[in-house]
């Protein structure tokens, strides 16, 4: 089944201890990216990535990293998590290329708590 | 810069009325693309549209239709005959080239219909 995969799908976690978001996709899909959505503000990307080894920040990078090292992979990682980072993440995957634009498959979420 | 707005927090309809959700959007980009996602109580964001800057037919599919107006840079969302399980939040979302396929979203409208 094709699907975007993430987890955990839930997380309570302290400030400052580092953790990582994991994000799969089995599509082969080019195009990976990370959102968080909160109250009011609908879904803000944070990063995304084109292909293998190229990733470009979106709206609210700050505080997050990414990698992508292979294709069907895209980690989030957060350092050094403080309690504004509580949040639904979402990683989505599209299979577009620079001359198109295909809509993006979406995970399940993953609500972050940061104590 | 990029910009999608969604002036209505909430509907709340009665089933069997039509509503639209309206979406407005800002790019400096003349090749964009705008989208419209719908998030279920489950949580899940579910593609519905997806409609490239070139092409202004209205699309209908089944009770969903779509009006693309690019004079008044409007892409807004109708359901004709609402059911109970159209309640969800709606997201309309802009892409374009230019920003690298950087996505924005809008603040999503929370439809809810009563039976």
């Known amino acids: 089944e094709a699907q975007v995969t993430q987890n955990p799908r839930y997380l309570i976690t302290v400030t400052g201890k580092k953790l990582t978001v994991t994000c799969s996709q089995n599509?082969?899909?080019?195009?990976m990216s990370w959102y968080r959505q909160d109250p009011g503000l609908g879904l803000r990307q944070i990063y995304y990535?084109?292909?293998?080894?190229?990733?470009d920040k979106g709206d609210v990078p700050e505080g997050y990293k990414v990698s992508r090292k292979e294709k069907r992979n895209f980690p989030l990682i957060l350092e050094s998590p403080s309690p504004n980072q509580t949040s639904l993440y979402f990683c989505?995957?599209?299979?577009?290329?620079?001359?198109?634009?295909?809509?993006?498959?979406f995970g399940d979420g993953t609500r972050l708590s940061i104590l | 810069a990029q910009k999608v707005t969604q002036a209505q927090t909430e509907i709340s309809v009665v089933e069997k009325e039509d509503v639209t959700l309206d979406c407005v959007y800002e790019t400096r980009d003349t090749t964009y693309y705008l989208f419209w996602y719908k998030q279920p109580p489950s949580g899940e964001l579910v593609f519905l549209i997806r409609?490239?800057?070139?092409?202004?037919q209205n699309e209908i599919s089944g009770r969903y239709s779509w009006n693309f107006q690019k004079s008044t840079s409007s892409f807004n969302f109708t359901i004709t005959a609402s059911q109970v399980v159209d309640s969800a939040v709606y997201f309309c979302?802009?892409?374009?080239?230019?920003?690298?396929?950087?996505?924005?979203f809008g603040a999503g409208t929370r439809l809810f219909v009563k039976a």
């Open positions: 599509m082969n899909h080019e195009y």
């Open positions: 989505a995957s599209s299979p577009q290329g620079y001359n198109s634009n295909q809509p993006q498959h």
């Open positions: 979302a802009l892409s374009e080239p230019l920003g690298g396929f950087k996505t924005i």
């Open positions: 990535s084109m292909n293998v080894e190229v990733t």
């Open positions: 409609r490239n800057s070139f092409d202004e």
